[in-house]
């Protein structure tokens, strides 16, 4: 049995900005609106819940906020001096102030690495004995998503 909390209906949509370094389309900064997704899987307590969907949406909230009408960068290769962020890649240089930039600790900013990173916080955020698995959906644009799971 799950749960399931689809974003775009549920309305966790954010709008951000990123770059793929070495791609050839996606080395340009460029935007999506993203949805983010979640399944969470388990056995039913006395309640007959597995977990309030109240406490999932408060953490997928989080995390939408934290995200929206930001630029996103991996934490490494970014040099961090007087409230700006500056990344250079395939010989262009960015400079961006620090509050509009959310650093993500993974390798590159794609959909597949959005989810895993994702999927970390949301498990940190509601584990409760009665989850078995959590799988995030990442979905930029509408239609293709990445999804990753993890079995708690
Ligand atoms: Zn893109």
């Known amino acids: 049995m799950y749960l399931s909390?689809?974003?775009w209906k549920s309305n966790f949509t954010f709008s951000a900005c990123h770059m793929i370094p070495a791609h050839k389309k996606c080395s340009r900064l460029h935007g999506h609106t993203y949805a983010l997704h979640a399944r969470i899987h388990g056995k039913q307590d006395k309640s007959g819940m597995i977990v309030d969907f109240a406490v999932v949406k408060d953490a997928m909230?989080?995390?939408v906020d934290k995200l929206d009408h930001r630029v996103l960068l991996p934490k490494k290769g970014v040099v961090k001096e007087k409230n700006e962020v500056t990344i250079i890649e395939d010989g262009k240089?960015?400079?961006f102030p620090e509050t509009d930039v959310v650093l993500i600790d993974v390798p590159s900013l794609t959909a597949e690495n959005l989810a895993k990173y994702v999927l970390e916080k949301i498990c940190k955020e509601i584990k409760n004995e009665n989850i078995s698995e959590i799988e995030?959906?990442?979905s930029e644009g509408w239609g293709q998503d990445a999804w990753v799971?993890?079995?708690l």
């Open 93 to 95: 240089r960015y400079v």
């Open 149 to 151: 799971s993890k079995s």
């Open 136 to 138: 995030i959906g990442i």
């Open 5 to 7: 909390i689809d974003g």
């Open 61 to 63: 909230r989080k995390i």
